[in-house]
């Protein structure tokens, strides 16, 4: 299934991989060519990712409550605000927005952050929901506070649509620590067998504490009084960021605007929410992924992507594996592999922009090196 | 000076007033053609707007301070969302936020709101600058906490910066109660004799009133202890909406797109502070407005920009002289004028989009029978 076809349309956009479903998305390749974009990053914290051992976006299990903030303030500035470090893993291994900020910076397109729910509020402009709001612990069935839910994909939808006007495709990327264990919540939630699927910001995949832990919420679910249809499940199960991406992947292609979903394994939960809701995506959908995903034998995207809403996946052939800097070269040993849409931003910056992958990991490596030398990897690269 | 050009360009773009260095304003109207635009809409509040006889944007004094708020609430919705009633003045003529809404309607642009300092927070999606902050009383020289004029400034140009790539003109409208005054208190409190030339929402002037007030400021801000820089001046006389619209100028130009500054008399004081700040605008920024600030007799937008920054004013030549409707004749009577971008966003439309005056006024009417129907104007034309 895992098809590897350099791109027919001259070097310049070579290394990618369309993974499933290669000749739509061949296809939606050639239609965003020179195309007007804009891109989003929609954060969000879910108490989920505090509990020890789901999530390694952050330091230590606290700290991944910062990172969404963390990230986007590094994204937009260059540096984080509301504290004076970069968003690593405990091994301190840099967040995946190194990409994200080099593959923005070779390309000419608007970018804005949504906050759907952050625990603190980023220092930089950005979008906010009304609704934003932190998810609860989904072991205890408290994804979000009732009816927060469907004013989320309410609110998103309307953003989804004022902000695609004129607009041909909306990245859409995510920050959310834990987010492919509430993920895997809401895809259980809505009955689908995602055991074992998801992918992990680790090498070593928690699957059985994740199971552990939805399994948990779903008993409250099944038992309780809560209301089970898809917001239900998702106030249950989710957290604030999937089911705002939804939101605003109805509203963009409601404009007839298209998406690239800037993600990984995490990104069938939005298919699955967008599904049950009988959204037509119309070929309008990709999702936008690294070939760390797609290599990943702890995770199948392939798999859940078929079993949710079946469309195109396209992933961005980085290889850091030569790197000069051991923190990149982690990214090879499964390490991070995805996250603030970097994979789909740097698929945008090829495919709409025509940036070649030599550009995008040459402008990786000076951020690298960048931020070592401002102090903000503790002034040091962590990983030697 | 005020030059009547029918615009050449053929019957769907007439009906521009190019008031203002008319050769320099059809050099922008020809070059922003069929370009890539996004508009946004500042809000914010000061306590200015609730000393009683300054403001008539709202039913009453204290009303004001919701007007921003549900301005944009029914600029994206179409209905008032905080509460149950779309802003009126005390004679119950209806928000000017009605032709933004018609004009963007017939036009295919993205749009959002910055809120730079509400007094409630709008439930729409929205831009926040994290500093934002309603005004105090700028006669007691409280426009705005110390230090948050900067930190506006230096936020708003990195959202002006980040909104702008890749696009050609920004469309920046306000909507801030008050607004007039404030301007007053910056031009004065940068040595300007602006005296007497700001506009009004109402037909009577409140110059008197107006210049007391920031008289009374202006002495504390020269006896006190109060920093008199740029900032400064803002922080005693100001209010978070102009500095925040100067600070997304700079962010704009510096990317080489173009401004569509959409207001009247106070745009004024957004030329002022650029200008204090040595901003080069490069011939990438005009006024676009409304005949009635042309026309009004108790302003003098010209003077006002010829003294700060010499730009192009544009004005759409609205005629509802022969409206259906009470509430729309009453602008021609020197009620309300402009507000919430609407002079300029109609110029957009017509210059960007071609869309013709007569479509954006039916659609003026249309959105006006809509809201007496669905009772957003207390079920009637409170006007008749």
């Known amino acids: 299934m895992c098809t590897w076809i350099p791109y027919p349309g001259g070097s310049t956009v070579r290394d990618l991989i369309l993974v499933h479903k290669p000749n739509e998305a061949r296809r939606f390749i050639e239609e965003v060519k020179d195309s007007r974009a ?46 004076d470090v970069v968003p690593v893993t405990p091994e301190g291994i840099p967040t995946p927005a190194i990409i994200t900020r080099a593959s923005l910076k070779l390309m000419d397109i608007p970018y804005l ?12 402009p950005h979008i906010v929901l009304p609704s934003r709001c932190v998810g609860g612990l989904i ?26 006007r004129g607009v041909d495709v909306v990245i859409i990327g995510e920050s959310i620590p834990g987010g492919t264990t509430t993920a895997l919540g ?4 809505l009955g689908y067998e995602a055991w074992g699927l998801v992918s992990s910001s680790g090498p070593r995949n928690p699957h059985e504490l994740k199971e552990k832990i939805v399994k948990e919420g779903l008993e409250v679910l099944r038992k309780g009084d809560v209301k089970s249809d898809i917001f239900g499940v998702i106030e249950c199960l989710g957290d604030p960021v999937h089911v705002s991406i939804a939101g605003l992947v109805k509203g963009v ?132």
């Open 139 to 164: 072991n205890e069935c408290k994804g979000l506070p009732k009816g927060i839910a469907n004013k989320l994909f309410r609110e998103s939808e309307s953003l989804g649509k004022s902000i695609s």
């Open 113 to 124: 952050v949504v906050n759907s729910g952050s625990y603190i509020e980023p220092r930089i």
């Open 38 to 83: 804009i891109a989003l990053y929609v954060i969000g914290s879910t108490l989920t990712s505090t509990i020890p051992g789901i999530s390694v976006a952050g330091a230590s299990p606290r700290a991944t409550l910062y990172t969404p903030t963390l990230d986007v303030e590094y994204l937009v500035t260059g540096k984080p605000l509301s504290m």
């Open 253 to 384: 292609v409601s404009n007839d605007a298209k998406v690239i979903l800037a993600g990984g394994t995490q990104m069938s939960a939005v298919l699955a929410i967008l599904k049950s809701l009988n959204v037509k995506l119309r070929n309008r959908l990709v999702i936008g992924t690294t070939k760390w995903i797609i290599r990943d034998d702890t995770s199948n995207i392939i798999k859940l992507v078929s079993m949710t809403y079946d469309v195109p996946i396209i992933a961005f052939n980085f290889d850091f594996s030569r790197s000069r800097y051991e923190g990149l070269k982690y990214y090879e040993r499964g390490y991070v592999k995805e996250g603030v849409g970097a994979g789909g931003t740097a698929i945008a910056a090829s495919v709409i922009n025509g940036v070649s992958a030599e550009d995008i990991i040459r402008e990786v490596h000076e951020e690298y090196s960048r931020l070592l030398s401002m102090g903000g990897l503790h002034g040091e690269d962590k990983t030697h």
């Open 186 to 189: 809401i895809l259980a939630g």
